[in-house]
């Protein structure tokens, strides 16, 4: 089945800036490209749900070009600037990860170039934490969305949270990513609820809403763990306290995401009491709330962190 697409235009055609990029985030299974000004503004936009990871080799160029085609058509020669999976093994051209401490000029000096047919293609690389506790970590797409909310907010440190199935928690200093930690939250979630015995007694439907009991009492659970083992225990009250009807069918869902989420935010913030949030609108929304809950402050970035960072890696590499 063909993937939905949407194209949306911002301004009439008069009052349009001139665009300097097309800024493109392909991720596992999403793909959005802007007409972008060099403010980072938004002059149109085209999204679809097909992932760069689910077309066949040699597919993502013809792809490319079916999507962004007539606004290359109307400004030959705008640089087309990719974030994401694309640059995955298994995307379209792997981009190797950057070690960190990674900055804006180390990421950029990595920058995959290409110069197919379609014209010419930056493909930024992810960033990796090869020293990180228990393991290496690695990130695609967020980095560029780092950079973003750097220079639209004008700091070069801070803590920063990018919620989702994989979400972040980096630690920037010097404008440069110093670390950073994964959370499966999201895609823990998903896999609880729908391949587990708890979601069994879950009203049916779509994911949980931002209030209600069942969410502040997971956040509480949360609140509550000590020992390493313990939130494994506690993600089997979720089915518990719909046995004994300790919480409505409806609440259960709303518990397993507080008691994940709050896990993550606990654990993420490291004894600070602050952080900024990068994420779309309904999902910072969820984590600001839990925050609220915890004692943790979630400020929101500034929308378009991903093409702002893609705009300050196209300054180093051709100027503006």
């Given at each position: 089945?063909?993937?939905?697409?949407?194209?949306?235009?911002?301004?009439?055609?008069?009052?349009?800036?001139?665009?300097?990029?097309?800024?493109?985030d392909?991720?596992?299974?999403?793909?959005?490209?802007?007409?972008?000004?060099s403010?980072?503004?938004?002059?149109?936009?085209?999204?679809?749900?097909?992932?760069?990871?689910?077309?066949?080799?040699?597919?993502?160029?013809?792809?490319?070009?079916?999507?962004?085609?007539?606004?290359?058509?109307?400004?030959?020669?705008?640089?087309?600037?990719?974030?994401?999976?694309?640059?995955?093994?298994?995307?379209?051209?792997?981009?190797?990860?950057?070690?960190c401490?990674?900055?804006?000029?180390?990421?950029?000096?990595?920058v995959?170039?290409?110069?197919?047919?379609?014209g010419?293609?930056?493909?930024?690389?992810?960033?990796?934490?090869?020293?990180?506790?228990?393991?290496?970590d690695?990130?695609?797409?967020?980095?560029?969305?780092?950079?973003?909310?750097?220079?639209?907010?004008?700091?070069?440190?801070?803590l920063?949270?990018?919620?989702?199935?994989?979400?972040?928690?980096?630690?920037?200093?010097a404008g440069?990513?110093?670390?950073?930690?994964?959370?499966m939250?999201?895609?823990?979630?998903?896999?609880?609820?729908?391949?587990?015995?708890?979601?069994?007694?879950?009203?049916?439907?779509?994911?949980?809403?931002?209030?209600?009991?069942?969410?502040?009492?997971?956040?509480?659970?949360?609140s509550?763990?000590?020992?390493?083992?313990?939130?494994?225990?506690?993600?089997?009250?979720?089915?518990?306290?719909?046995?004994?009807?300790?919480?409505?069918?409806?609440?259960?869902?709303?518990?397993?995401?507080?008691?994940?989420?709050?896990?993550?935010?606990?654990?993420?913030v490291g004894?600070?009491?602050?952080?900024?949030?990068?994420?779309?609108?309904?999902?910072?929304?969820?984590?600001?709330?839990?925050?609220d809950?915890?004692?943790?402050k979630?400020?929101?970035?500034?929308?378009?962190?991903a093409?702002?960072g893609?705009?300050?890696?196209?300054?180093?590499?051709?100027?503006?």
């Open positions: 089945m063909a993937s939905a697409v949407f194209v949306r235009r911002f301004a009439p055609e008069a009052s349009l800036p001139s665009p300097v990029l097309v800024s493109v392909w991720g596992t299974s999403s793909f959005r490209a802007l007409l972008a000004a403010d980072g503004a938004v002059i149109e936009a085209v999204e679809t749900d097909q992932g760069a990871l689910g077309l066949p080799a040699g597919a993502h160029e013809r792809f490319l070009a079916g999507k962004i085609g007539g606004w290359l058509a109307r400004f030959p020669g705008l640089p087309i600037m990719i974030s994401g999976m694309a640059g995955a093994r298994q995307g379209w051209f792997e981009a190797p990860y950057v070690p401490p990674a900055g804006a000029d180390d990421i950029a000096a990595k995959l170039a290409l110069e197919p047919s379609l010419r293609i930056f493909i930024v690389p992810g960033v990796s934490a090869p020293e990180a506790p228990g393991g290496p690695v990130m695609r797409g967020e980095e560029t969305q780092i950079l973003g909310a750097l220079a639209a907010t004008r700091r070069q440190g801070g920063f949270v990018l919620p989702g199935s994989h979400s972040k928690w980096v630690r920037v200093e440069r990513i110093v670390g950073f930690a994964t959370f939250t999201g895609e823990v979630f998903a896999a609880l609820k729908d391949h587990t015995v708890l979601g069994r007694l879950m009203a049916p439907g779509g994911g949980p809403a931002r209030s209600g009991v069942g969410f502040t009492r997971g956040l509480a659970a949360a509550k763990l000590e020992r390493p083992g313990d939130l494994l225990n506690a993600i089997f009250k979720t089915r518990t306290l719909g046995l004994f009807d300790a919480l409505p069918q409806d609440g259960l869902a709303d518990f397993l995401s507080g008691l994940l989420i709050g896990a993550e935010i606990l654990a993420g004894g600070e009491t602050a952080a900024t949030i990068i994420g779309s609108a309904a999902l910072s929304a969820r984590y600001r709330a839990a925050g809950t915890l004692g943790i979630l400020t929101p970035a500034p929308e378009n962190c093409t702002l893609q705009i300050a890696l196209l300054e180093r590499l051709e100027g503006l």
